[in-house]
């Protein structure tokens, strides 16, 4: 019989996301077959320190001391000889108390985890990993980056300006002036590299900008201020694959409060899903269309969920942004709109574990020296 594949869930992490990747990463490991999988929980702290061993989902969850003390703190071996897990207090030498791992699912939102920095950390150590590259990482986490990339391959996208934290500090009227110029009101104010609704703020008019601006830059140096696309319908759709990704059908967001936040997506019900979404037949098919055009723009891999504006009377359709590592509770919209598509969610994990393995081979096969 061949033994139970051994994956690494990866969860918690340094990122205003942390309760976010709780709840993703405990719908994950329950959907995980104790038949096939032997599950090895991977618990991250705010201050990043990796925790194995006991309970690290319950621990982080209920921040408690006393059981965080129960765990073991460890690292991953950057050795793709020999990669594994390692107790902090072993040697690095090859036959320390490594744990070894054939696949890691890194259930990690916002940054540290989606930015494309722990997928560096998994190349490295040369270990196969469920999601999108260092890259494609990289770009759909930054929202400005992400933009200029999906601008250059053509995608449909609302008017949006950069601002950094050091320009509003040097001169915070100029950047009110130019905000005010280029976009107008109302608008969206966002840090850049961050998910999940967290520092956004949806501006009225001049006198809302400067709070809406210091309030994006408590979590990142770059802010995007967007124009809001008034009177469009807010419309997702999940992408799954590698080389040849499918696309879901679309669903639909009606936000309870002023817009689709934190709150709302994950601490009340005011919110309603609608899938499929109240838009035509043409139009669903040109959400899936351009929802593979913009995971392909930036190079993903495995999963995302591409978000998109659409007019309900003309059907004008708006990218708004890709999420390589989209919330996935079982009430998240990613697995709902797959097991709307015919994909429930125990298969949908096993379906990116083997995306994973697969993408893993084919960067096996490739030369990594050239005899000239």
């Not at 070894?100 to 150590?125: I, K, N």
Request: aromatic share 8%.
């Amino acid at each position: 019989m061949n033994r139970r594949l051994r994956v690494g869930v990866l969860f918690g992490g340094r990122s205003g996301e942390h309760e976010v990747s709780l709840m993703s990463a405990e719908a994950i490991i329950r959907a995980l077959d104790p038949q096939r999988y032997d599950v090895i929980p991977i618990g991250i702290t705010k201050e990043g320190k990796w925790l194995i061993g006991a309970d690290p989902l319950k621990a982080l969850r209920e921040s408690s001391g006393r059981l965080a003390d129960a765990l073991t703190p460890a690292h991953l071996v950057v050795d793709p000889q020999e990669p594994g897990l390692a107790p902090v207090q072993q040697e690095q030498g090859r036959g320390s108390n490594r744990i070894g791992v054939d696949v890691f699912f890194p259930v990690l939102h916002g940054p540290y985890g989606e930015d494309g920095t722990v997928q560096g950390l998994f190349e490295l150590a040369g270990v196969p990993y469920v999601g999108s590259g260092v890259a494609a990482s990289a770009v759909g986490m930054d929202k400005a980056l992400m933009r200029d990339v999906f601008a250059a391959h053509g995608l449909p996208l609302l008017d949006w300006v950069v601002v950094t934290r050091f320009e509003l500090e040097r001169d915070p009227d100029a950047v009110v002036a130019r905000v005010s110029d280029a976009i107008g009101f109302p608008c969206f104010v966002k840090p850049a590299n961050l998910g999940s609704s967290v520092g956004v703020s949806k501006v009225h008019d001049p006198g809302q900008l400067m709070p809406a601006l210091k309030e994006a830059a408590r979590f990142d140096r770059k802010l995007l201020v967007e124009k809001a696309a008034v009177g469009y319908r807010e419309v997702e759709c999940s992408v799954l694959g590698n080389e040849e990704p499918i696309a879901s059908i679309a669903g639909e967001i009606v936000p309870g409060g002023d817009f689709y936040d934190y709150r709302s997506k994950y601490l009340d019900d005011s919110s309603q899903l609608i899938i499929p979404a109240r838009i035509s037949a043409q139009a669903m098919e040109e959400v899936r269309r351009l929802a593979i055009a913009a995971f392909r723009a930036i190079d993903a891999a495995g999963l995302a969920r591409v978000d998109f504006f659409v007019h309900p009377e003309t059907e004008e359709i708006l990218v708004n942004e890709i999420n390589t590592m989209p919330g996935f509770t079982r009430i998240s919209m990613y697995p709902k709109l797959w097991e709307a598509s015919g994909i429930p969610f125990n298969e949908l994990v096993d379906r990116l574990i083997e995306l994973a393995l697969e993408r893993h081979r084919v960067r096996q096969s490739l030369e990594t020296s050239y005899p000239g």
